[in-house]
Antibody, heavy 120, light 109 residues
Framework: EVQLVESGGGLVKPGGSLRLSCAAS????????INWVRQAPGKGLEWVSS????????YYADSVKGRFTISRDNAENSLYLQMNSLRAEDTAVYYC?????????????WGQGTTVTVSS | SYVLTQPPSVSVAPGQTARITCGGN??????VHWYQQKPGQAPVLVVY???DRPSGIPERFSGSNSGNTATLTISRVEAGDEADYYC????????????FGTGTKVTVL
């Protein structure tokens, strides 16, 4: 079964750090671009970051640039999001999602999400 | 930055047709993807590249894109289609970013 499973969410104080993980299975992870998308409580979807299959291309939303770092380990079939200098507005469910085919393609496989709460 | 505008809500009776618009500057020059999200669940891709359907998505879901408006059409609406729907594009005008629309809540009467 093609699957993405996020982990690492939790409660963190403003200014703190958190590292999210996304474990892939059921497909050749190294062939696909992967994305992070988040959704604040009661709000819409917001794209966070994308990484190409070989990590050659990395992109960030302006709202997280300089604070978040996306990375991947193709040998471990894993994606990561290092989140530093967290703010209350980073509170959201974070999803990892597979890009179908190249940059800008639709996201056809999504994880169930992991919840990040930034609060004192 | 690029902005995608959707109507907040659309109501439709069962068996009728729902049309959800996604407005953006010259959106017809971009590839548009559409997602369905039910409460407490992850989004599901229902249309990609303007009008293609992933495997497993019913033919009742179709898309079009021209000028400044993209449209997701749901024919023969069923109760199970009640959900939030989001459009999405890849914007390379200033930097490389995905942009999501504001979202539309579809209510089946």
């Amino acid at each position: 079964e093609v699957q993405l499973v996020e982990s690492g969410g939790g409660l963190v104080k403003p200014g703190g750090s958190l590292r999210l993980s996304c474990a892939a299975s059921g497909f050749t992870f190294s062939n696909y671009n992967i994305n992070w998308v988040r959704q604040a409580p009661g709000k819409g979807l917001e794209w966070v970051s994308s990484i190409s299959s070989r990590s050659s291309y990395i992109y960030y939303a302006d709202s997280v640039k300089g604070r978040f770092t996306i990375s991947r380990d193709n040998a471990e079939n894993s994606l990561y999001l290092q989140m530093n200098s967290l703010r209350a507005e980073d509170t959201a469910v974070y999803y990892c999602a597979r890009g179908m085919d190249g940059s800008g393609s639709g996201m056809d496989v999504w994880g169930q999400g992991t919840t990040v709460t930034v609060s004192s | 930055s690029y902005v995608l505008t959707q109507p907040p809500s659309v109501s439709v009776a069962p068996g009728q047709t729902a049309r959800i618009t996604c407005g953006g500057n010259n959106i017809g020059s971009k590839s548009v993807h559409w997602y369905q999200q039910k409460p407490g669940q992850a989004p599901v891709l229902v249309v990609y590249d303007d009008s293609d359907r992933p495997s497993g998505i019913p033919e009742r879901f179709s898309g079009s894109n021209s000028g400044n408006t993209a449209t997701l059409t749901i024919s023969r609406v069923e109760a199970g289609d009640e959900a939030d729907y989001y459009c999405q594009v890849w914007d390379t005008s200033s930097d490389h970013h995905f942009v999501f629309g504001t979202g539309t809540k579809v209510t089946v009467l």
